[in-house]
């Protein structure tokens, strides 16, 4: 079971970028999946969600209108659309489901993405 982010680099303030999540070992649409960013120097904060049960999707007031979650079931990928870029968006992005074997838990994270809002 993996997760593997990517999508991440740098651009301008105001550009865009789309980020990656690709699920190998499990069907991603079969669990809620979530983004997370950590800046330099700060804590890990969340970003966004997207439920399985019924596609509702909910975000960081602060990306809200902003950012966009989303799944593409046939390629097993989550994405995160990212527009309207701005220098506090700068942070590694990492990409996160958790997983119920056996009724047991299990919480994967992506390796983190490096996204960077600069001129």
């Known amino acids: 079971v993996q997760l593997q982010a990517c999508g991440g680099g740098l651009v301008q303030p105001g550009g865009y970028l789309r980020l990656s999540c690709a699920a190998s070992?499990?069907?991603?649409?079969?669990?809620?999946i979530a983004w997370f960013r950590q800046a330099p120097g700060k804590e890990r904060e969340w970003v966004s969600c997207?439920?399985?049960?019924?596609?509702?999707?909910d975000y960081e007031d602060s990306v809200r209108d902003r950012f966009t979650i989303s799944i593409d079931s046939a390629k097993n990928t989550a994405y995160l659309q990212m527009n309207s870029l701005k220098p506090e968006d700068t942070a590694v992005y990492l990409c996160?489901?958790?997983?119920?074997?056996?009724?047991?838990?299990?919480?994967?994270w992506g390796q983190g993405t490096e996204v960077t809002v600069s001129s």
């Open positions: 996160y489901t958790r997983v119920v074997i056996n009724a047991v838990e299990y919480d994967y």
């Open positions: 997207l439920s399985e049960s019924d596609g509702t999707t």
């Open positions: 070992g499990f069907r991603l649409n079969y669990h809620n």
